[in-house]
């Protein structure tokens, strides 16, 4: 893991296309801007952890009912 110091206005480029910029700094909050394409999927920590233990719990659903293939809908 690469931990880096910021100032405000300050910012990190993560490859060609995504930076983050630190926005405002008050106490132990940090506020951030993430510059990435709309294709790039952005999602806090804990949300990424609540949608992984949501899908074991709909994946774990389905194998009880003995359904034995699992399909996503896409758009």
């Known amino acids: 893991m690469l931990v880096l110091s910021r100032k405000v206005g300050d910012s990190i480029k993560i ?14 909050r940090v ?11 952005i999602l ?16 774990s659903g389905l194998m009880s009912s003995n359904q034995t293939s699992y399909t996503h809908a896409t758009s």
């Not at 506020?31 to 709309?38: E, L, N, R």
């Not at 806090?44 to 949608?51: A, D, F, K, Q």
């Open 15 to 28: 490859g060609d296309n995504i930076e983050i910029v630190v926005n405002r700094i008050s106490g132990n």
């Open 44 to 59: 806090r920590g804990e949300v990424e952890l609540e949608l992984d233990e949501d899908a074991v719990l709909a994946l």
């Open 31 to 41: 506020t951030i801007g993430v510059d990435a394409p709309k294709d790039v999927r």
